[in-house]
């Protein structure tokens, strides 16, 4: 997907204006006589960088000047309170300028939302249309929510320091004129924040709320339940807090940890009290978000076991403990794995039953949204293979094999979810013990997994780990925290969440997924989302055809400036080399060198020095000499350092080639 640098070069010095028509999975656009942004001069345009990329950008004559008394007139509504105060605040104070709001129509309002008295059929319930004057600016929507995400993209006109958090002076707040037209491709657009792993407090969460919903995401799935924690109160069932919300702390290689002795204080974790998701439930209704509850079962249950030993099928479970990082499964012979503890609730132990209904009926009652996830991924049946309860149930229910079983308890946690007015929700694994029609399916292990899920007619959310598991790391293992496996900006950007020959009415939308396990605070939890959720947020909002890696770059890298102004991390992995190794025919090392995006320049050393743009240029395979330790790179555009300096162990790379 990368493009040549004569190519880029050529778009920035031959800027031309066409017009373009977008079509997408929703209605087209009316036809125009007025020329629309082009591809070229999106490339090269800073002024008109927007993320996600609209579905129509009309570029005109002039700019919008930003008044120092600025009047924003919208109709007074609960619904668009958030969205007044939100604008309000965002105008306000990195300008210094005065901001006033009125309901009643003014020529002289500055900026005016307005909601239609006409349906326009074409923008639908989340679209929008922005007009930037040169005297005014408006957003028109059918619905409160379009115009919060029109307000969205006006901040993304403004300079950059638009994003700062105190007073910028000497900033000329202008606006380039322009006519956006725009609704998204798909209703479901999703971040999974896992808070089980480690947890994230109240605060945290309406931080990441507050940075995904500039990105036009719709859904936070919170992964409320693991190994490591159960993270909401649930009244009648104190221990699960009172125990399972709490482990020993380690800091390091999760799964590798040194398992914790008996002394060591279980004072590391934390947990949300019922007013605690009703706060956080509300503010993110305010900023038009759907929150997915997801209580993982019957596999992922340590926590709830060592609060409640009675929900297992193993009478050693009374010996458990809260996961706190220690290898716990043997994921040797792959998925499902075997499990060295038994972690997962006991399908045939009615127990199990009145628990869940007890568990979800309060679900229920504090997550308003229609879906509860259930998860059902990764349930280890070693333990399930050998206990008489189940080899009883499968003979009283005619199951023959034991992902039958997992059939089973999933048909009854569904029907529980269901008495309680709430939809089921799972992940992809369900499908191989069967379940109803109604379930609906999250599909994570790859895209096969979701289209089969479509043709069969159940409602589909994409999430596959080859573009969507956002906790993989990003650059080279040397620099990252170390997991599994590694998911690159690029890669990201190519996902399409409704696949070629599915029906795609049943294709909900998709979802980046943020693991923790290898993630700590939020700092770490913003530098994995940030920048590959652009390329998610564009792939479940923007028209299909409208998708080009060079453009999106050119609007990352706007994004970059404003992420720094806003002190957001974000991680700048996309500049860093790209190491590959093999040996030659006379078992000597060869090292090719490349780079995510084009345009970069790599200077290296292999004397333990720092390499700057006067050292050796990078222009072919580099054979290491004999007593060199490591080899050093970093990139360059221009004069310009943009990548970190990557230093790379020879004996990694020994490693990496394989024997001699």
């Known amino acids: 997907m990368k493009r040549s640098l004569s190519f880029i070069l050529f778009l920035l010095f031959n800027l031309h204006v066409f017009a373009q028509t977008a079509e997408s999975s929703g209605p087209t656009l009316a036809g125009t006589d007025t020329e629309a942004l082009g591809e070229s001069e999106s490339i090269a345009n800073s002024e008109i960088a927007i993320i996600p990329e609209p579905v129509s950008i009309i570029k005109q004559a002039g700019h919008f000047v930003l008044p120092a008394n600025i009047v924003i007139q919208a109709h007074k509504s609960p619904e668009l309170k958030q969205t007044l105060a939100f604008l309000q605040e965002r ?8 901001v006033s709001t009125i309901s009643t129509p003014s020529a002289a309002a500055t900026i005016k939302l307005i909601i239609n008295e006409t349906n326009d059929a074409t923008i639908g319930i989340e679209g929008y249309r922005l007009t930037v004057g040169q005297k005014q600016v408006t957003i028109r929507a059918n619905k409160p929510a379009g115009l919060f995400y029109g307000v969205q993209t006006l901040l993304q006109l403004l300079p950059k320091e638009i994003e700062s958090k105190e007073e910028v002076k000497g900033v000329k707040w202008t606006m ?6 725009d609704y998204p491709r798909l209703g479901w657009r999703g971040l999974m924040f896992d808070v089980a792993r480690h947890f994230f407090t109240k605060q945290e969460v309406k931080q990441y709320i507050d940075a995904m919903v500039r990105y036009k995401y719709n859904i936070l799935h919170l992964h409320l339940t693991d190994d490591e924690g159960w993270r909401i109160e649930i009244k009648g069932l104190p221990k699960l807090t009172e125990v399972g919300a709490w482990n020993v702390k380690r800091v390091g290689s999760f799964g590798d940890f040194i398992p914790p002795t008996p002394d060591e204080p279980r004072n590391y974790g934390g947990f949300y009290t019922q007013d605690d998701i009703r706060e956080l439930v509300a503010y993110a209704k305010d900023r038009f978000v759907n929150i997915l509850p997801e209580i993982d079962v019957p596999g992922h249950s340590l926590a709830a076991i060592a609060s409640y030993p009675d929900l297992s099928c193993t009478p050693d479970a009374v010996n458990y403990k809260v996961r706190s990082g220690e290898k716990i499964m043997d994921w040797s012979r792959g998925a499902p794995p075997i499990a060295l503890v038994d972690n997962t609730l006991c399908p045939a132990n009615e127990k199990v ?8 009926s309060q679900i229920a009652q504090l997550f308003p949204f229609d879906y509860i996830h259930m998860g059902g991924d990764e349930a280890s049946h070693n333990f399930w293979e050998k206990n008489d309860q189940v080899k ?4 009283r229910e005619g199951l023959k094999t034991i992902p039958e079983v997992q059939g089973y308890f999933e048909r009854r946690v569904e029907k529980i979810v269901q008495s309680k007015g709430k939809k089921f929700m799972a992940w992809d694994e369900v499908l191989e013990g069967g379940v109803s029609q109604s379930a609906a399916v999250m599909s994570w292990r790859n895209m096969k997994y979701g289209t089969d899920a479509a043709k069969a007619g159940h409602e589909v959310v994409m999430s596959p780990t080859q573009y969507a598991y956002i906790d993989y790391m990003q650059a080279d293992a040397i620099t990252e925290p170390r997991v599994y496996a590694s998911l690159r900006l690029s890669k990201s950007y190519e996902f399409d969440p409704v696949p070629d020959g599915v029906n795609p009415a049943f294709i909900k939308g998709g979802q980046a997924n943020l693991w923790t396990e290898q993630v700590y605070n939020i700092r770490q939890a913003e530098y994995m989302t940030w920048p590959r959720g652009f390329a998610i947020a564009e792939s479940v909002w923007s028209p299909k055809e409208k998708k080009n890696w060079a453009n999106f770059f050119a609007r990352t890298e706007q994004h970059f400036k404003r992420l720094d102004v806003a002190e957001t991390k974000y991680a700048p992995s996309v500049y860093d080399p790209i190491f590959a190794v093999r040996r030659t025919a006379d078992r000597n090392l060869l090292i090719t060198l490349s780079t995510e995006v084009d345009g970069l320049d790599m200077y290296y050393s292999f004397d333990n020095s720092f390499p700057d743009r006067f050292y050796p240029k990078y222009n072919g395979p580099l054979v290491p000499p004999v007593d060199a330790k490591v080899l050093k790179v970093i990139t360059y555009r221009g004069k310009t350092p943009v990548g970190r300096m990557m230093n790379m ?6 490693k990496r080639a394989g024997k001699r």
């Open 392 to 395: 009883e149930l499968m003979k």
């Open 353 to 360: 039953y009145v628990f869940l209904d007890t568990v979800i």
């Open 649 to 654: 162990p020879i004996e990694e790379l020994e």
């Open 91 to 98: 105008l306000s104070t990195p300008t210094g300028y005065y």
């Open 176 to 181: 380039p004129c322009a006519e956006i037209t």
